[in-house]
T-cell receptor
């Protein structure tokens, strides 16, 4: 089955700096890669996603890049703010035609004012 | 977009009792729903796939007799934790995939289960 590795597990950055979180996946048939932000005790919130036919997608301060050959995708947050502090999860569909999501282990991002 | 209502949001129960968690799709036909479990400071782990009108598919290591799933209609899937034990204390969350025409998933609000 699909295996999603996420690094780092914790990340501290100064306010205004950039943060990068990386994920790798094992199933070459995976075709959808969302990123979620989860605050304590709440449901995950989708912040950005990318499909396998796209290499990069950007939404204001957030961007995601996908390298299908290497089977890795990354989340980039620029100009970080204290409210960006949360746990971020990457995920990948289990394979073509499947809607099951396999999640990475999460990255706890702390933005220091 | 799709809206999923999950209840209860928090529940405390005694060991040995059963707890039912409901996920209701308010505006989308939920032929499939996924149930995840999240232990503190850990990731979301898929427990089972709930299929409307048929048996659920369980992930390896998840006891189907302990975690009963019923998906009798296109709007409601339920997860019943039977004979709950303290180690079942976790955050349970349902997810509704929105299908080929619109990749994306709608999450329920989650249920914090504490077994004492």
């Amino acid at each position: 089955g699909e295996n999603v590795e996420q690094h780092p597990s914790t990340l501290s950055v100064q306010e205004g700096d950039s943060a990068v979180i990386k994920c790798t996946y094992s199933d070459s048939a995976s075709n959808y890669f969302p990123w979620y932000k989860q605050e304590l005790g709440k449901r995950p919130q989708l912040i950005i996603d990318i499909r396998s036919n796209v290499g990069e997608k950007k939404d204001q301060r957030i961007a995601v890049t996908l390298n299908k050959t290497a089977k890795h995708f990354s989340l980039h947050i620029t100009e970080t703010q204290p409210e960006d502090s949360a746990v971020y999860f990457c995920a990948a569909t289990k394979g073509a035609g499947s809607y099951q999501l396999t999640f990475g282990k999460g990255t706890k991002l702390s933005v220091i004012p | 977009g799709a809206v999923v209502s999950q209840h209860p949001s928090r529940v405390i129960c005694k060991s040995g009792t059963s707890v039912k968690i409901e996920c209701r799709s308010l505006d989308f036909q939920a032929t499939t729903m996924f149930w995840y479990r999240q232990f503190p400071k850990q990731s979301l782990m898929l427990m089972a796939t709930s299929n409307e009108g048929s048996k659920a598919t369980y992930e390896q290591g998840v006891e189907k007799d302990k975690f009963l799933i019923n998906h009798a209609s296109l709007t409601l899937s339920t997860l019943t934790v039977t004979s709950a034990h303290p180690e079942d204390s976790s955050f349970y969350i349902c997810t509704l995939p929105r299908g080929r025409s619109n990749y994306g998933y709608t999450f329920g609000s989650g249920t914090r289960l504490t077994v004492v």
